[in-house]
């Protein structure tokens, strides 16, 4: 009965290749985050969905592709893997009463 | 532009005293603000909020401290238990931004028994 999940929990794989990351809530939120968390720990926001728009969009290179199919799903699509995107990946779902809800993290490996 | 500053420090606290967090923010249009708690391999998770129109809130054992004549925000945990050592993040939130969540450095809390 996870709120919201992610998967993989770890994923390793080598530079260049394409990998995705899952996020599914069962909280009934129309709005969902992903968040990057590097080495030193700093969160930073990457995308935001509300019902399947997009909302925010930071910075973030052309190689990172969000996909939200429904509301309850929002998933990171990554082409072209370099060093620098290893970190910890949090997905997080909110609606306005009950604030944020994050998941575990997946942790990404580029080697 | 828009940060909520706190840099990485570690706190050491003996179990049973008191901790204090600090935070300085520098946007005055967030419209709440959000204390969170990062245990090792795990998301960060909620512990208490404060709107931008109170000064002050208290939850179980943490109470937040909001002034925003300096744009200063603190956590106080009472009692703090060997269960407290984490890491612990302010972050604000912007509706007119979309409701982005905007996140601090982080300070790191150790309890020592």
């Known amino acids: 009965d996870t709120a919201v999940s992610q998967t993989p929990k770890y994923l390793v794989t080598q530079m260049g290749n394409d990998k995705s990351i899952k996020c599914e809530q069962n909280l009934g939120h129309d709005t969902m985050y992903w968040y990057k968390q590097d080495s030193k720990k700093f969160l930073k926001i990457m995308f935001s969905?509300?019902?399947?728009?997009?909302?925010i969009n930071e910075t973030v290179p052309n190689r990172f592709s969000p996909k939200s199919p429904d509301k309850a799903h929002l998933n990171l699509h990554i082409n072209s893997l370099e060093l620098g995107d290893s970190a910890v990946y949090f997905c997080a779902s909110r609606d306005l009463d009950h604030g944020y809800t994050f998941g575990s993290g997946t942790r990404l490996t580029v080697v | 532009g828009e940060s909520v500053g706190l840099h990485l420090p570690t706190l050491s606290v003996q179990e049973g005293d008191n901790s204090i967090i600090n935070c300085a923010y520098s946007?005055?249009?967030?419209?709440?603000f959000i204390w969170y708690k990062q245990e090792s391999g795990k998301g960060p998770q909620f512990i208490i909020d404060i709107r931008s129109n109170m000064d002050k809130r208290q939850g179980q054992r943490v109470t937040v401290l909001l002034n925003k004549t300096v744009k200063h925000l603190s956590l106080q945990i009472a009692a703090t238990q060997p269960g407290d050592s984490a890491v612990y993040f302010c972050a604000e939130n912007m509706k007119a931004a979309g409701n982005k969540l905007t996140f601090g450095g982080g300070t790191r809390v150790l309890v020592k028994p």
């Open positions: 946007n005055s249009a967030s419209d709440y």
């Open positions: 969905y509300n019902n399947k728009e997009l909302i």
